[in-house]
């Protein structure tokens, strides 16, 4: 893992981007609304500061560690150039042009699909940095002016945060600086207005105190940063690191606020289950209210985990009291929840679909703008998705994506059209993301298979299967080892299909892997989705598969559509997984001889773990195929940036 | 239309099951359960679900004023209620087929007016919607019937009426219907077919089960099946088990017609695709029988049409009756104000019974447990009422004694008379003395003094 790192520092103008720590990313970014070299800086280094973010709290021993290695590995390259680039005089010109597509780019990547008050996000974005822009001379002015004096700067400090009365007469809230203030703000600024204006003090007060121990250097640099601050939220933090550094004292009075303030603003679709006081708060608002299993496993406690028998009946008791869900949508969120649907494809698809349907039936309601209720009500849709099952990467990627693409409507748009384009946005993701991505994996993958080739997969993906279809029909020669687990035994049913074509296949369960994997030329593998240090995030028990295959040399070869790429970094599959229901795993099927665990529940001693997905480090990847081509495993963070690129233009 | 739903209510007419309980005056509909009209239960539990657009259909003409007169006073600024009137005697799918123009909803919700019930309706619609079925069923386990001490057991043994129990064949993860045999069907062999067999896998047949006549239909099916059968009287009894024997050879030509239409506005990408996409969808999701057995043997793309018939089955702490028999009436009656006490909607006594502030009672007269006295109802001395439903405005003389039965209103019964097990209908008149056990009294009907009567209907001859 080392090795992968240094490169990646190597190359660190690219990968910047991508290359930040799982747990503050998106949050990071959404509130940076920058030019790009001094983002991810940023990002990387608050949640290392504020180690545990609330977006995913790790078990504090991985937190620390993961983190602590990380970090002196990202830290230096990346800092360095982000201190002293943008800071200075960089910053007005670049700013005046960079606004409005970097702070559209930001917006959008940051418009999280599941944020509830990020609605409509692109938009008071989008205008709010122009209004920055446009006001901006005049700290730009300041700026120059205060630079050679170093601290008298700190008094006008305060002035520009009053610039941001470019929202309306904040100009009585700089001064008192009290949250209850800001609060009252809140529905008029963005997020990154807000955080800009409170930093802005918070780094004022760190510099006056500066001052008066430290050298003109030092402050300087505070105070030019601080200048900058209305403008650039980002340069302030890395700013705030600085300050922060001065004074050690001050650190934590300036970490923690933030944290604070952030859980209140980016409610994460990964809530952590173990915090008491939030998962009360999102019961109030729960459509559906479940039971939580009694005894879990003390390690996974953060996810969430409910008595499977309650959930369904509960929410189909409901069925017509749900006023403002769209029936499809409810039928798909049904789906999951009973397991009808799965795979990240066919939820993702469905999803999509559904949400196609809801648009067709949707209009806007009157004194609202398209714009933002759509996306309200899409938020609604997704929470209540989620209620029934996490989101799949896959899903959390389209969500996104719908989501810039409502954001982006042009407002001369009439009801019709606007609903009319965004149904063909959607229909062209699952043509071009989806369908056609898979059509393009099977013609890659295809020439990986020689005559005489033994195949193993694992589990039954869709593509995998697509790829041994056609390999058939090209009328290669080979024979196919299916590894299936339970509970799921998903794997019979791509053997069903399989052999109903003709192919010669072979069925074992994973614990006879070792022994079958002498005979393997080639591992194909699907995935629920690639994380950007090349991790291969997949239905559990991959990982085993690929690590034996590893072992005896087998080539491992990773199927993954691009859309299911994700910029996050996860080194473990404990801070983000999904729990299945433990009865699935205690009980077998039909053999009631066997089932002792029957009242397992009552026991306190005893607690299962049906953890659904694992994580294969790249290691044991030889090759990730992908509808743009065939990739080693660390290339992935490239893909995604290409394509986020991509998806941006669409 | 929540959720595009619709809901028809079939309230019925004036039942051949229930004379003399019912009359022209007072349809099966209006029959009072606790008091109130069997029909308002149903109302309110539909209510209860958010569902306010309703369709209530009765058979005949009388019948639909007086309904229709009843729930516009009492559901006012509550529902939206639409009754339709029908011919008698066309059954449920010919009162369905009746009123098919008016249903627009994707799919429609089928009540019957007689259910007393609180099991949500919206269970059944979500099952129904989670697995896209043609048509969804609701069944409740079969409800205890007859009195409920020994000691006054009915010597008829209505019990054990066959007409009450179903067999029903379901698959095992309890979803899906498999086979339905109602009442009069259940005297000959069962016949299970031989594919639905093969398909499953294994069938379990209950007979502990109840068709609570509580469907589910698509409304595409529904009206196709109404369309083509013309000679499909009942839904239980023929649409049903027509669409449970049909299920793997389907005749409806639903499936599909969404998709194409889904996708109108995008023309760009035609046919392969499309079936790539419903395959990715088919083959990730895990399917029922019905789907692998579509699939044929060499797991193409499907090349049988199939429906799915699917079942909601209420736990067993649900109440769950139909009021379709004699026996019914005063079995509901008697668990709406006892063991099912939350369904009457009324608020008990420290007693645990009703008596309305406005009823007069003698001295040493005791209303026990699980009683219901009306408004303005009088009791004179000494009379004893347990486990009965008393109406409004009756007069009940003295040492009376009132046991297991229901009362309507304006019923007159004067000094010495002892009631078990029975049901007096409004207007009657029980003169001094009358012993009654298991009876049924007629509306407006006059027993003389002194008559001893057992297991008996009594009423008016005029018909």
Redesign the interface.
């Known amino acids: 893992m080392d090795p992968r790192r240094g490169a990646r520092v190597v190359i660190d103008p690219k990968v910047r981007q991508v290359g930040f720590f799982a747990p503050g990313a998106s949050p990071g970014r959404t509130q940076s609304g920058p030019p790009e070299s001094s983002s991810p800086p940023v990002a990387d280094n608050s949640p290392t500061g504020n180690s545990l973010s609330p977006v995913m709290i790790p078990p504090p021993r991985h937190a620390s560690d993961n983190l602590l290695s990380a970090r002196p590995a990202l830290y230096p390259p990346l800092r360095r150039p982000g201190d002293t680039i943008p800071v200075g005089s960089y910053n007005p010109s670049e700013f005046f042009h960079g606004t409005s597509p970097t702070a559209s780019f930001y917006s959008k990547v940051g418009d999280g699909e599941f944020s509830e008050d990020a609605s409509g996000a692109g938009w008071t974005h989008r205008g709010n940095s122009g209004k920055v822009a446009s006001s901006f001379p005049g700290g730009g002015f300041d700026l120059t002016a205060v630079k050679p004096s170093n601290l008298t700067t700190v008094s006008v400090v305060n002035m520009p945060p009053g610039i941001s009365v470019k929202s309306g007469g904040a100009s009585i809230e700089v001064q008192n600086e009290q949250p209850a203030s800001s609060r009252s703000l809140k529905e008029k600024t963005s997020k990154a207005e807000r955080r800009a204006l409170q930093e802005a003090q918070r780094a004022a007060k760190a510099a006056a105190k500066a001052e008066v121990s430290k050298a003109p250097i030092a402050a300087s640099g505070v105070a030019t940063s601080v200048n900058a601050k209305p403008a650039k939220v980002s340069k302030l933090s890395s700013q705030k690191k600085d300050s922060a550094s001065v004074t050690a004292s001050e650190k934590k009075g300036v970490d923690r606020p933030p944290e604070k303030d952030r859980k209140k603003d980016v409610p994460h679709p990964r809530m952590q289950f173990d915090d008491k006081s939030r998962v009360e708060k999102a019961k109030r608002r729960a459509v559906v209210r479940p039971i939580e299993v009694r005894n879990r496993v003390e390690l996974f406690r953060h996810l969430p985990q409910y008595e499977r028998g309650t959930l369904l009946?509960d929410?189909?008791?409901?069925?017509?009291?749900l006023?403002p869900?769209h029936?499809a949508v409810?039928?798909v969120g049904?789906?999951y929840l009973?397991?009808?649907?799965?795979?990240g494809?066919?939820r993702c698809?469905?999803m999509l679909?559904a949400f196609?349907?809801a648009i067709k039936d949707y209009s806007t309601p009157p004194e609202k703008t398209l714009v933002r209720d759509l996306t309200a009500r899409l938020s609604s849709y997704v929470s209540f998705l989620i209620e029934c099952r996490p989101l799949s990467i896959s899903m959390g990627n389209a969500i996104r994506f719908l989501k810039s693409r409502i954001a982006k409507l042009p407002l001369s748009l009439s009801e019709s059209e606007a609903k009319?384009s965004l149904?063909?946005d959607i229909?062209?993701f699952?043509?071009e993301k989806?369908?056609?991505a898979?059509?393009v994996i099977v013609r890659h993958a295809v020439t990986k298979i020689r005559d005489g080739d033994v195949l193993l997969t694992y589990g039954?993906s869709?593509a995998v299967?697509m790829i041994l279809l056609y390999a058939h029909e090209l009328g290669k020669q080979f024979r196919v080892v299916v590894v299936d687990s339970r509970p799921k035994l998903e794997g019979q049913?791509l053997l069903?299909?399989l052999v109903?074509?003709g192919l010669s296949c072979t069925y074992t369960h994973i614990n006879a892997v070792s022994y079958i994997m002498h005979e393997v030329t080639r591992v194909f593998l699907g995935a629920s989705s690639v994380l950007s240090n090349g991790t291969v995030y997949s239905r559990v028990g991959t990982a085993c598969v690929s690590m034996v295959a590893h072992a005896f040399r087998v080539p491992v070869l990773v199927c993954c559509e691009a859309y299911k790429f994700y910029e996050r970094v996860q080194l473990d599959s404990i801070c983000s997984n999904e729990l299945g229901d433990p009865d699935a795993i205690s009980k077998v099927p039909g053999r009631e001889e066997i089932n002792y665990l029957d009242d397992w529940a009552k026991s306190e001693n005893l607690q299962l773990l049906n953890l659904i997905y694992d994580a294969t480090p790249s290691d044991y990847v030889s090759m990730i195929i992908t509808d743009y081509g065939m990739v080693p495993p660390t290339s992935v963070p490239v893909i995604v940036r290409e394509y986020r690129r991509e998806h941006l233009w669409i | 239309m929540?959720?595009?739903?619709q809901v028809v209510v079939l309230a019925g007419g004036t039942s051949k099951k229930l004379v003399p309980l019912v009359s022209k005056e007072v349809p099966k509909a209006l029959l009072p359960v606790a008091n109130r009209p069997v029909l308002s239960y149903v109302l309110e539990l539909l209510e209860h679900?958010?569902?306010k657009d309703l369709i209530v259909v009765v058979e005949g003409q009388d019948a639909a004023l007086r309904v229709g007169g009843w729930i516009s006073g009492a559901y006012v600024d509550r529902l939206h209620v639409e009754v339709a009137a029908v011919p008698e005697d066309v059954g449920t799918a010919g009162a369905l087929r009746a009123i098919a123009h008016h249903l627009t909803a994707?799919d429609i919700l089928v009540v019957s007016g007689d259910l007393v019930c609180d099991v949500?309706?919206?269970?059944v619609?979500?099952?129904h919607?989670?697995?896209?079925a043609a048509v969804t069923a609701m069944l409740c386990s079969v409800p205890v019937s007859g009195p409920l001490e020994s000691g006054s057991s009915s010597g008829k043994d209505k019990t054990k009426k066959p007409g009450c129990c179903n067999i029903i064949g379901l698959d095992p993860t309890k979803q899906f219907l498999l086979y339905i045999a109602t009442g009069p069907e259940i005297e000959r062999d069962i016949r299970v077919q031989k594919s639905i067999l093969r398909a499953v896998g294994q069938m379990e047949i209950r007979a502990d089960l109840m068709d609570a006549h509580l469907y589910a239909f698509k409304r595409a099916v529904l009206q196709e099946v109404l369309d083509q059968k013309d000679a499909f009287q009942s839904l239980q009894q023929d649409v049903l088990p027509y669409l449970v024997r049909s299920q793997l050879r389907s005749e409806l030509s639903l499936n599909g017609a969404p998709h194409t239409e889904?996708?109108g506005?995008?023309k760009v990408?035609p046919g392969i695709?499309q079936v790539?996409?419903s395959q990715?969808?088919a083959?990730?999701?895990?399917?029922s029988f019905h789907e692998l057995y579509a699939m044929g043997?060499?797991?193409?793309a499907p090349v049988r049409r199939t429906h799915k018939c699917c079942v909601y089955i209420a736990?067993q702490d649900k109440y769950c009756a139909r009021l379709n028999s004699i026996q019914a009436f005063s079995d509901i009656n008697r668990d709406v104000i006892g063991e099912a006490s939350h369904l009457s909607g009324y608020s008990f006594s420290a007693q645990n019974n009703i008596i309305h502030p406005s009823a007069e009672l003698g001295s040493k007269t005791t209303v026990g447990q699980n009683c219901m006295l009306g408004e303005g109802s009088q009791l004179g001395d000494k009379c004893s009422v347990k486990r009965s439903v008393i109406g409004r405005h009756c007069r009940i003389g003295s040492n009376v004694k009132v046991v297991n039965s229901v009362v309507m209103n304006h019923v007159t019964i004067s000094d010495g008379c002892s009631i078990q097990g029975s049901v007096i209908c409004s207007n009657a008149q029980l003169q001094e003395r009358v012993v009654l056990k298991d009876c049924q009294v007629g509306a407006g009907f006059v027993v003389t003094s002194g008559s001893e009567y057992k297991g008996e209907f009594l009423a008016k001859k005029e018909r």
Not at chain 2, 120 to 123: E, F, L, N
Not at chain 2, 129 to 132: A, D, E, F, I, S
């Open positions: 009946p929410l189909e008791s409901k069925f017509f009291l006023d869900m029936p409810y039928k049904l789906q009973a397991g009808d649907v799965s795979g494809n066919a698809i469905a679909q196609q349907e009319a149904q063909s229909n062209r699952i043509n989806i369908v056609l898979d059509k039954s869709s299967e049913l069903r299909r109903g074509k | 929540m959720m595009d739903f679900s958010n569902l994707n949500s309706p919206g269970a619609a979500a099952a919607r989670r697995h896209g889904e996708n506005h995008d990408v695709n790539m996409l990715l969808l083959k990730t999701s895990t399917p043997p060499n797991g193409s736990s």
